[in-house]
């Protein structure tokens, strides 16, 4: 053996890496099942990544870079879904790590811009609001509120008190 075969016996070629296509939500779901798994419609998306898209990293494209849409479509789904990042990097296309970093640099991006659309009603506005509430339901006092978090309350009184009673048994 003479010392060229030598070296190359003992040098490994690097692995070739692995690199899967991501799947494009926007081409393959149709408005009906993006808002099933994305609990938002398409252009809600599109205009809250116009809004975050620069504090989304996309890279080059040599490193084969996760786009700012796939990012935000990846931390959409976590939030509605609430399952492992696996899951939800399964779904687009990107391992575990990847899917860690890039909710929490979306959930960064989204949270600076709180301010926004996050406000306690004004001391002018409350009584207005108290008032749109009881409009919709008979339901007084109420200032807000939050989508899919049951706070327990005191069993409301009268006839249809037993209405406010949710899944897991209190009001």
């Known amino acids: 053996m003479d010392c060229i075969e030598f070296i190359e016996h003992f040098i490994e070629t690097p692995p070739r890496r692995n690199i899967k296509d991501r799947l494009n939500p926007f081409e393959n779901f149709t408005e ?3 808002r ?11 205009q809250l990544l116009g809004m ?3 504090d989304l990293e996309h890279g080059t494209n040599r490193n084969h870079c996760i786009p700012p849409i796939l990012q935000l479509v990846t931390t959409l789904r976590f939030y509605a879904a609430g399952h492992f990042q696996r899951t939800e990097g399964d779904l687009i296309g990107i391992d575990q790590s990847s899917a860690c970093r890039v909710i929490h640099r979306v959930t960064r991006a989204i949270a600076t811009r709180h301010e926004q659309f996050i406000r306690f009603p004004s001391n002018q506005d409350l009584n207005n609001v108290k008032f749109h509430f009881k409009n919709i339901a008979q339901f007084p006092g109420v200032l807000g509120a939050i989508d899919c978090s049951h706070i327990p309350i005191k069993r409301p009184s009268g006839d249809n008190g037993e209405l406010y009673r ?3 048994g209190y009001f």
């Open 32 to 34: 009906e099942q993006f």
């Open 36 to 46: 099933e798994r994305f609990r938002f419609r398409k252009d809600s998306v599109l």
């Open 52 to 54: 975050i898209s620069s």
């Open 166 to 168: 949710n899944r897991k």
